[in-house]
C-alpha cells in the first residue's frame, strides 16, 4: 500500500523555555491542523534519550496525553541520532500494512538545559563502550575521520580546513533563509577559522550544535501530493575501529541502495537532499556514499557551487543540522519537513527550490552505525527520468572481520589517524590525544597518547609503539632502542626499512 | 498480509552476570535457531530504560553487531513495561507491510544489578511527573487500586488479601512447572502472609520481582502452524488520578476491542492467557477488562479453579510476571514466547495444556497507561467458534475529563483510598502515606500525610482536609472547628450529613 503525507509542522529549533512534551505537542498541533485532522490512529514518538535529558520514561503514553489524545496507541522509536528517520520509518510500515490509516510521526529533544560536559557525556553514550572510556566523543571521532579523509585523498590540512569551512559557511548562508533555524547569520571564513577548536582539526563551526525542537509529520494511506518512494536502513559495527572503512560509511551505502532500489530511482534522479552534516565533513562523505559524487570528489561539487541553493544540487536548503540546530532525536523528521516543503512548493520565496519532486533525507545514528535513507516526491507529477532505472549505484561496501576481544598486549604500529580532543567529556582531563593505530597483524585499535598535548607533535603514517597500561592501549613515539632494534631485525631478515 | 511465527526462544529468567546485550543475544540465537534461520531483514529491540539501567544508547545498532548480524537495519522501540509486546506490534507492521519478509523481534532487561531503591527510582520515572514527585511508587499506586477494587466490589481487607494470596499461589504453583521461571517454588498462605509489607495492602508476594532476562521471537510472512490473529493497542491519560476509574484500564478495553476485531474473536474463544500480572491484583482486573469475567467477578474464577492450570481458562500458565520473573522490557515478548510454545504443544509434559489453540496475551505500560493485546493462533487448525463472530465484548471505556493544572488550593474532600508505603524510591522518608482524595467539586488529587505512619488510622470514604503545603497536597483529619463550621454551614442550607 503507497504511504503519502498529508501534513508537517515543526518548531523553532534553539534554546527553549518549555518542557520537552509541550514543544513536541506545538509540532505535532502544527501538523494536525496542516492535515485538517483531529484525531490518528496510532502515535509514533522519536526521541533519543529522554531518559537522561529529562528523567522521564513511559513518554509515548505522557505525550498521547499531553496533545489531548490519551486512548491513542502511542509508540516510542529510537535509533540514536537518526531517530527522526527511525521513527519515520516505523510509522511507514505501519500505514503500508494497511492496518492504520492515519498516524503521527513526532520527533523531538531538549538539551540546552543541561551543562554541556553533562551534554556531551549523554551522547557519548551511543559510542561503543571499549571506545568510549578512552573519553572518545562524537566530535573525537569525528576529527579522526576527518583526517582520515584528508590523507586518504591527498588534501593538505589547509586544504581541507578550507573545505570545512565550505560546508559551514553554506549551510549558515541557508538557514539565514529558514525561520526556524537555530542560527541565522552569516559566517565568514575569518569566523569559521577564529572558531574554538573542538577537536582537532575540528572546530566549533564544524559540529552541529546543541538544541532543543521538535518536528511532526502526519503518514496517511489517502493519497496526496507528497509520497514516500523509498526507504533503507542499515546499521554497521558498534566500534569504530573495527569498521572496513574511516573514510565512508557503509550504513549510509546500503540504506541509499534500499531505498533507491524501492523507489526505483537513481541518484542521479535526486534533486535535492537533506544529508546529516552533524559535523561539516560528514555532509561531504555523505553526498559520495548516497552516490551523488564519486569517492573523495564531494568536496568539489561544493567548491564549484554545484550543492548551494541555487545550484545544481542543492544540499541543505533548510541550512542542515549544522545551521537549523541538532536536536539529536528530531534532526531526522525536521529533514523530511524540509522535504515536504520543498516539494510542495511551501518552502519561502528565498530558499524554495526550483526543481523539487524528488528529495532525498539521509540521517545517521551514533557514528555512523545506524543509518536511514528516505525519498520522497511529488506523487502528482509524472516522474521524467532520462533513461529509466537503471540502478546506476553499486556501492562497494567491505564487511569487518569478525571481531573479537584483542590478544594484542603490545608492540609496533602504524599510526592510522589521530585527534587531540580539547572538549572532553565529564571525568577527562584536555587535551586529550586519541589514535587508531593499525598494528603489524592488520588489526585497528584506538589508543590515546598522555605525553601529547598538541597535533603537531603527530603524523598520520608514523610508526609508533602500542602497549597497555591501566586496561587502555597508549601509543607513544619509537624509543630509540625499539627502532635499532626493529631496523637491526629488518636488515637481518633483508627487509628495507 | 498475513503474519506468522516462525521461531521463538528466551533465556532463564533470573539474576545474570551477564550483560543486557550478551542475554540479549542468547535469546536471539535460540529464536534464530529455532527458525532456522541466519540471517534476518530487519530487527527490532525492546528494551525499556537501557539508558538508566545499564548506561547505554544506540543500543539497536550495539545488540545488531552483538548476535553478528551488523549491518541488518535495527530498531529501538519503548512503550514503557509493555515493551515486549510494543516492539512485537510494531514489528509485525513492518511484516505485514510486505516491505520485510523475516524480522527479529528481541526484547530484555537487565536490572538486578543496581540497589533496589536505584531501580524503584528508575521504575518510577514512567509515572506521570506530577505524582511521582509525591514519592509515589508503581507498588503505590497499586496499592491504592487494589483498595479501591477492595471496597468498589464490598471486599473486606481479609478477603481481599485472601484473593491476592491465591493470585501468588497460583501463579507460583505454575513457575514451579516452568524451566524458565525466576522462582520455582511453591509458596503457602504463610508464606504471602508472612511476606514483607511493601505498601499497603500489598505485600512482597503481591509484586513482580527485579529479574535479567530477554526473549526473541521471528516474525515472518510464511505461514507456519502460529499466526498473529490480532493486535490491539491504546493508551490512557499519564496522571492516575485523571482516569474516570480505579478499578480497570481503559487502555487495556480498549486494546482488547481492537484486538478482537481484528481476530474477529470473541472473548470467550480465548483458550488461555498470560495476563500482566506485575501486582497480583492487576490479573483479576486484567481479566476482567479483557471480557474473559464480569467486572468485579475476576477472583471468583480463580476461587473456583477456572483460571489453574488445569482450569477451564488457565491463566499465566508460564507462572507469569510474579513467578517467571519481570524484566519489564522482556515481559510483554516472554508472554507471547510461552503462547507460541503452548500452540505448539511444546511447553513441556507438566506445563502443556489441552485447549491450546487461540491463545492471549495481555501487557500494562506504565501504571495501566500503555497497553497491549495480542491475539495468537494455530494456523493450520479450522476454528471452531460456537456462534460464529458476533463480538460479545462491549466493554464500558470512559475517558477522564480533559484536566488543566488544578486551580484547588484547600478544602474539603473524601478519601477515596489510600496506601502506606514501606519500600520508599531513593529520597523519600519510609513510611510514606498516599491517599486519592476526591474534592467537593468532583476533581480527584493525589495527597500525602506526613502525620499518618499506619494504615489503621485511615479509612477509605472518610471525609478530609486538604491543603497545598511546599507545592504539595498534603490530607489530614478534619479539624475539630472545621467539621463544627461545616456541619452548621450544612445545617443551615438543610443538607443532612
Known sequence: MDVFISGVGMTKFGKSKDSLEQIMAEAAMLALRDARLDRVDAIFIGVMNVEEFVGDSNFAALLADTIGLAGTPSTRVETASSTGAGVFETAFYAVAS???????????????????????????????????????????????????????????????????????MKNHANGVLNPYAQFRKKISPEDYFKSQMISFPLRLYDCAPITDGAAALLLTSDPTPVKVAGIGHATDTSAVRHRASLTSFNSTKEAAMKAYRMAKLNPSDVQFAEVHDAFTLFEIIGTEDLGLFPPGKGWKGLEEGETHLRGKLPINPSGGLKARGHPVGASGLAQLVELVWQLRGEAGEDRQLKRAEIGLAHSIGGLGNNNLVTLLERSDRKRVMAGGWNLDYHPVTKVAAKTFPTSFSEGIGKLETFTVLYATPEGFRSPLTLG????????????????????????????????????????????????FKRWFKRRASGVSD
Chains 1, 2 share one sequence.
Not at 602500542?466 to 607513544?476: A, D, K, S, T
Open 98 to 168: 494497511g492496518h492504520l490509516k492515519n498516524v503521527l510521526v513526532l520527533a523531538g529533544e531538549k538539551m540546552t538545559h543541561l551543562p554541556t560536559n553533562k551534554t556531551t557525556r549523554i551522547l557519548s553514550e551511543v559510542i561503543d563502550r571499549s571506545e568510549r572510556r578512552y573519553g572518545a566523543t562524537m566530535p573525537a571521532l569525528a576529527a579522526m575521520i576527518a583526517q582520515k579523509y584528508g590523507q586518504e585523498y591527498r588534501l593538505p590540512l589547509h586544504k581541507l580546513e578550507v573545505i570545512l569551512s565550505r560546508v559551514a
Open 436 to 483: 587508531f593505530v593499525k598494528t603489524e597483524s592488520g588489526e585497528r585499535l584506538l589508543a590515546c597518547n598522555p605525553g601529547c598535548n598538541s597535533p603537531q607533535e603527530l603524523k598520520i603514517g608514523k610508526t609508533c609503539f602500542v602497549n597497555r597500561r591501566e586496561g587502555l592501549f597508549v601509543f607513544e613515539k619509537m624509543p630509540f632502542w625499539r627502532r
